[in-house]
Structures are given as structure tokens and as C-alpha cells.
């Protein structure tokens, strides 16, 4: 029973380790549209929110590498990729053309 324990405390310090929360907020014309927690999982994306025909993400690649991904619906995927390690550090992505000006952009929550 006391190795079924430790084995269990062992795998669920391991998952907690591969989640990882972020604050994520998408703006539009310098107008937050969401501004949002979002917990995301070694592998899998999480939604971030969406625009008009923008669908926005974000995901965990591990060893804090991370990803946010900008879906415009039948038309193209972008992304920025970067490495978040403490508060003060950002990922962002921004698309700025004549009819609008997107920024997504993701923080560690600590």
C-alpha cells in the first residue's frame, strides 16, 4: 500500500509538472477583447478566444516552450513561438494591416 501511494504521488507531480497556467489577452484596434486565464497541457492547444474569423491559441510544447496559433478561417494560420519562463516574460504575436491591427499575447501565471 505505502508503494501504491508513493507510485500515485510520483505520476500526479508529474502531470502537474506538464501543466502550466497563462494569463492570455487578445486585442483588436488597441480595444482588449479578451483578457483571460487559460491552463494549458503539455501537447494539447487552448483556446484563447476568437475575433470575427480569427480563432486564437495557445499551446504547451513543454520545458516552457509555448506557441500561439491565429486560425483565419479558410484563409491562413500564423503563428509566434517563444520561451516563457518568469512573469516578466511575453509571447506575442501581432498582425497590423491597413483594415486592423491584432495582438495575442501570453504570460506565465505565477
Known amino acids: 500500500m505505502k508503494h501504491l501511494l508513493l ?3 510520483v505520476l500526479l507531480s508529474g502531470a502537474a509538472a506538464q501543466a502550466q ?9 488597441n480595444e482588449v477583447m479578451v483578457d ?3 491552463s494549458t497541457v503539455v501537447g494539447k492547444n487552448a483556446a484563447i478566444g476568437t475575433y470575427d474569423n480569427y480563432q486564437i491559441s ?3 510544447q513543454g520545458a ?3 506557441y500561439i496559433e491565429v486560425y483565419e478561417t479558410n484563409v491562413s494560420r500564423s503563428y509566434a513561438d517563444g520561451v516563457l519562463r518568469t512573469e516578466e516574460d ?6 497590423w ?3 486592423i491591427l491584432m495582438e495575442a499575447s501570453c504570460r506565465l501565471a505565477i
Do not use: P
Open 58 to 60: 495557445v499551446r504547451n
Open 97 to 99: 494591416s491597413r483594415e
Open 36 to 38: 483571460t486565464k487559460v
Open 64 to 66: 516552457g516552450k509555448f
Open 21 to 29: 497556467d497563462l494569463f492570455c489577452k487578445l486585442t483588436v484596434n
Open 7 to 9: 507510485s500515485l504521488t
Open 90 to 95: 511575453e509571447m506575442k504575436w501581432t498582425l
